[in-house]
């Protein structure tokens, strides 16, 4: 993994600073910072420490609605061992150019330097990931492989490469911190503060997609086909096909479809493409030629007339 001495051993407090861009998500500050906290309950004493920062200073306006306080800008977060920056929505917006010249000048300040969800997109744009091993949530990866050649992208939950952490979303954030309590603490303690969340310590390596068939709740022949569609936005197959893929006829996946779903299996596959293009329209400055080929729709045309009956506008309306 890594021989960063942060993942050694010690008894001495370290100290942990996030970077928090508006448009995060709760969920993802909120498994970053708990386990450390239910950490230092259990030992009796603050074995971490942490401080929140943003790009003004002002409290982060976060994707729930609510604002998260700060202790200052950027700057103040010069003294941590660590700096990771959580980062959600909006990126074209809150990743402003004076905010990525600031965190390239002050990285090299910290021991180590790490990114969650759409973090490592920030990370990347200030040359902080270039010839490292990263990853980043699971949406974005190809994207963040095709425009940072120079950044080895993996599919795993979490990545360490020596003085950097990037980190896929929420739960991965908190794999990541049970991993840094273990390699100080030890794995007892870990242990424990995993059973208080009802959780599990998961190695960074996993996949942050679930392998076909690993939900109990859902037939695994259902559960293979539902990832096939997953995994072919851009080349979509007709029912039949899938269906002969899991070793279903047609018919018999449409009814299991239909319990698992409540819809069809083609319907639940133009729904996948039509979110992934919804969020390249939203997230990206692609042109609608790129989203439709990237999407599975034949023409843009195409895509204009699916996304308009599913969501009651064309695409143009939304990205404007």
Excluded at 191 to 208: D, N
Excluded at 233 to 242: F, G, V
Aim: a positive charge.
């Amino acid at each position: 993994m890594t021989e960063n001495a942060i993942f050694a051993p010690s008894r001495a407090a370290l100290t942990i600073a996030l970077f928090v861009l508006p448009q995060s998500s709760i969920l993802e500050v909120a498994s970053a910072l708990d386990p450390l906290r239910n950490a230092n309950r259990q030992l009796g004493h603050e074995a971490f420490r942490w401080r929140v920062v943003t790009p003004d200073g002002a409290p982060s306006a976060l994707t729930c609605g609510l604002s998260l306080p700060s202790s200052g800008p950027l700057a103040a977060a010069v003294g941590a061992d660590a700096l990771i920056v959580i980062a959600g929505y909006r990126l074209d917006e809150v990743a402003t150019r004076p905010l990525i010249r600031e965190l390239r000048r002050i990285a090299p300040r910290f021991a180590l330097v790490g990114g969650v969800d759409a973090g490592p997109w920030v990370l990347a744009r200030a040359g902080l990931l270039n010839g490292y091993r990263a990853t980043v949530h699971w949406e974005d990866q190809e994207d963040l492989a095709a425009r940072h050649p120079e950044i080895d992208v993996a599919p795993d939950r979490y990545v360490i490469d020596r003085n950097r952490v990037t980190i896929g979303g929420a739960a991965p954030a908190q794999d990541f911190m049970l991993h840094l309590i273990r390699a100080r603490h030890g794995a007892a303690l870990a242990r424990q503060v995993a059973l208080s969340f009802l959780t599990s310590v998961r190695p960074g390596g996993e996949p942050q997609l679930a392998r076909p068939g690993t939900d109990p709740a859902m037939d695994p022949r259902v559960a293979r086909a539902a990832a096939r569609m997953e995994a072919r936005l851009d080349a979509p197959e007709s029912t039949a096909e899938t269906a002969a893929a899991v070793g279903l006829s047609p018919r018999r996946l449409e009814a299991l479809f239909r319990q698992a779903f409540g819809t069809t299996p083609g319907a639940h596959g133009l729904a996948l493409r039509l979110q992934a293009a919804r969020k390249l329209l939203s997230e990206t400055q692609h042109p609608l030629a790129e989203i439709a080929l990237r999407t599975g729709f034949s023409s843009p045309a195409t895509l204009s007339r699916a996304f308009r009956r599913a969501y009651g506008m064309p695409p143009g309306a939304l990205r404007r």
